[in-house]
């Protein structure tokens, strides 16, 4: 379902693994991503969970179920898992202007 405001917002279209780390130009590795999360997850595949501070793997949409790492609560997302935290914090998800953006949006992710 697309909402009022997406067409404002150009996707980059996102390599999942990167091509420096042996990630191809073939459509399974390739997602829709906003430019906020493109620029910030550069060639990255991991970070630090802030709770458990040890390097943990960023989501990967092709493999994994975004319910079960992300629950949304209001116009913040809270990671479920330490995929899910991590990329939240990677990405900056829960930074101000994103979540003045979930709050026009009424469609729940």
């Known amino acids: ?3 009022s405001w997406e067409p404002y917002f150009p996707y ?5 693994v990167a091509k420096q780390h ?12 906003c430019h906020h999360c493109n620029r910030i997850k550069g060639p990255n595949l ?3 969970d802030p709770d458990s501070g040890l ?3 960023l989501f990967h949409p092709r493999l994994e179920h975004w319910a079960d790492h ?3 609560e209001g116009s913040r997302l809270r990671g479920l ?3 899910g935290r991590t990329t939240v914090y990677l990405l ?9 953006l979930r709050d026009l949006n009424s469609v729940d992710f």
């Open 1 to 3: 379902m697309a909402n």
């Open 12 to 16: 980059h279209i996102e390599h999942i």
């Open 22 to 33: 042996g990630g191809s130009d073939d459509p399974p590795n390739l997602a829709f991503a």
């Open 46 to 48: 991991s970070s630090i």
């Open 55 to 57: 390097i943990t793997s």
């Open 70 to 72: 992300f629950a949304r």
């Open 81 to 83: 898992t330490a995929t």
């Open 92 to 100: 900056q998800m829960n930074a101000p202007h994103r979540m003045e």
